[in-house]
Nanobody, 124 residues
Framework: VQLQASGGGLVHTGGSLRLSCAAS????????IGWFRQAPGKEREAVAC?????????FYADSVKGRFTISRDNAKNTVYLQMNSLKSEDTAVYYC?????????????????WGKGTLVTVSS
């Protein structure tokens, strides 16, 4: 089971980025996948989550509702996080993770499988 996050970078306030979480070793459509972030000096927090395809439900942290969108491309075994109207407080390392249990749904519980993070820096 492997997850690889990518797509981070430097963007100005108000800009957009799309993060990708590519899954390998398993078929991600059957599992809930979440995006988390950790800013310097802060605890890791949940940002967005998409349940297994059978469920289809999504979850967003209040701080990103209306700005971020999580989605799947099952053909590519990839989950995306579209981030619009970025703010300086969105600066963080972003990670994707899965609750490796068939049919897992949001919010994710238990021991999660984590991928390596991707850094997002939003500058004014």
């Amino acid at each position: 089971v492997q997850l690889q996050a990518s797509g981070g970078g430097l963007v100005h306030t108000g800009g957009s980025l799309r993060l990708s979480c590519a899954a390998s070793g398993f078929t991600s459509t059957y599992y809930g996948i979440g995006w988390f972030r950790q800013a310097p000096g802060k605890e890791r927090e949940a940002v967005a989550c998409i349940s297994s395809t059978d469920d289809g439900s999504t979850f967003y942290a209040d701080s990103v509702k209306g700005r971020f969108t999580i989605s799947r491309d099952n053909a590519k075994n990839t989950v995306y996080l579209q981030m619009n109207s970025l703010k300086s407080e969105d600066t963080a390392v972003y990670y994707c993770a899965t609750e490796f249990r068939v049919g897992s749904s949001c919010p994710l519980y238990g021991t999660l499988q984590w991928g390596k993070g991707t850094l997002v820096t939003v500058s004014s």
